[in-house]
Every structure is written in structure tokens, then in C-alpha cells.
T-cell receptor, first 114, second 113 residues
Framework: SAVISQKPSRDICQRGTSLTIQCQVD?????MFWYRQQPGQSLTLIATANQGSEATYESGFVIDKFPISRPNLTFSTLTVSNMSPEDSSIYLCSVRLQTLPGYTFGSGTRLTVV | QKEVEQNSGPLSVPEGAIASLNCTYSDRGSQSFFWYRQYSGKSPELIMFIYSNGDKEDGRFTAQLNKASQYVSLLIRDSQPSDSATYLCASWVIKAAGNKLTFGGGTRVLVKP
């Protein structure tokens, strides 16, 4: 079965800095999704990353804050820019695999901004 | 109104009993529904999916869907302490702007030995 690897698994960052999170899938996928899960909350979709086109952002999320790259069908990055403590969350990448229903999630990146 | 709503719980059930989780959704265009289990500190794991009205059983899990009532449920039979987790209900919608999986807030389940 396909594996999604996400890194870093966790990081502690200073406010005002940026962190880039990587997501690698071992099979080609059309769409990759980035979610945020704030402490004690459910998952909120940040954006959908399509290869060869601009990412599609959900209401409340903007490209300047969360730039996304999707250089090929197996890889994507999400950058959290100019971080503040409110950005402290778990960030998850997710894909829709042809062999499985629903979305499959990476292991997540636990971000703490101090 | 949230697109997908769940009771946050905690839902406390004794070991061996049936845990019943409920979920309602607002978008009648929702086509498929998924139940994910999330242990503390871990990423969500798919346990059930359903897209037709009625019941779908898989081992100790049964998903129920009623599109007329916009209602999805999950039953966990013979609950075990290892079932203690947060259960997330999600709806899948295909739209012109792009397909989207929307999650409810999750129901925390505690199975007591």
C-alpha cells in the first residue's frame, strides 16, 4: 500500500519565522490536501494542491500566509509564513489514493510557535 | 450552521457494550461519508465509508446512512478499551470548485473496562 511521509514530525519555531512542511507520497496522486488541526479541534482544510496549477485555498486561508508548492505528482510542500503563536497546530497532508476510499493522511507535523 | 455536526462527547460506554455515534450534514450534495478514528497524538485513520442509504457492516462496525434525514451514524459493537479515541465524521462533496472532504468536530469515546 502507498505510504505518505511527512516531515518534520514536529518543530518549535520563533514567531515571525517560517516553516516549510514536506509531504511525499510513494505513488502518483492528482490532488494533495493540506489540513490544520488546532489543539482539541477537528480538521480544517487549508488548500488543495494540484500539480501544474495554483493551489486552491479555502475561506480564511491565503497564499501569502500558506504558500504551497506542487512540483510533481508525488510531492508537495506547505509553508507557514510569518508565524505567530496562533499558528501552533498540527498540519496534515492527505491524498486520495486510487486503491483506497476516502483520504489517507500523513503522520502530521506538530508545530509550536513561541 | 456547520456543514458536518457531531456531539463532542465524551461518550462513555462500558466494555462490551454498543457505542452509538451520530453525525448530521447540511449539504444535500454530499455523496459519500467517512468515519475516521483518531487516537491522541496520531493522524486520522479511516475505519468505515458509506455512500448508499441503509446499513454497511464491517466487523464490529456498522455505518448507517439516511440521506433524506441527512444523518449518518456509526455503531461500535462489543466496545473494547482500544476503541477509546475520537471519531470523526466526514462528508465528501464534488463541486465545480473542487472536491472537498469536510470534517465534523469529532466525538470522543471512552470505553471503560
Amino acid at each position: 500500500s502507498a505510504v505518505i511521509s511527512q516531515k518534520p514530525s514536529r518543530d518549535i519555531c520563533q514567531r515571525g519565522t517560517s516553516l516549510t512542511i514536506q509531504c511525499q507520497v510513494d505513488s502518483q496522486v492528482t490532488m494533495m490536501f493540506w489540513y490544520r488541526q488546532q489543539p482539541g479541534q477537528s480538521l480544517t482544510l487549508i488548500a488543495t494542491a494540484n500539480q501544474g496549477s495554483e493551489a486552491t485555498y479555502e475561506s480564511g486561508f491565503v497564499i501569502d500566509k500558506f504558500p504551497i508548492s506542487r512540483p510533481n505528482l508525488t510531492f508537495s510542500t506547505l509553508t507557514v509564513s510569518n508565524m505567530s503563536p496562533e499558528d501552533s497546530s498540527i498540519y496534515l497532508c492527505s491524498v486520495r489514493l486510487q486503491t483506497l476510499p476516502g483520504y489517507t493522511f500523513g503522520s502530521g507535523t506538530r508545530l509550536t510557535v513561541v | 450552521q456547520k456543514e458536518v455536526e457531531q456531539n463532542s462527547g465524551p461518550l462513555s460506554v462500558p466494555e462490551g457494550a454498543i457505542a452509538s455515534l451520530n453525525c448530521t450534514y447540511s449539504d444535500r450534495g454530499s455523496q459519500s461519508f467517512f468515519w475516521y478514528r483518531q487516537y491522541s497524538g496520531k493522524s486520522p485513520e479511516l475505519i468505515m465509508f458509506i455512500y448508499s442509504n441503509g446499513d454497511k457492516e464491517d466487523g464490529r462496525f456498522t455505518a448507517q446512512l439516511n440521506k433524506a434525514s441527512q444523518y449518518v451514524s456509526l455503531l461500535i459493537r462489543d466496545s473494547q478499551p482500544s476503541d477509546s479515541a475520537t471519531y470523526l465524521c466526514a462528508s465528501w462533496v464534488i463541486k465545480a470548485a473542487g472536491n472537498k472532504l469536510t470534517f465534523g468536530g469529532g466525538t470522543r469515546v471512552l470505553v471503560k473496562p
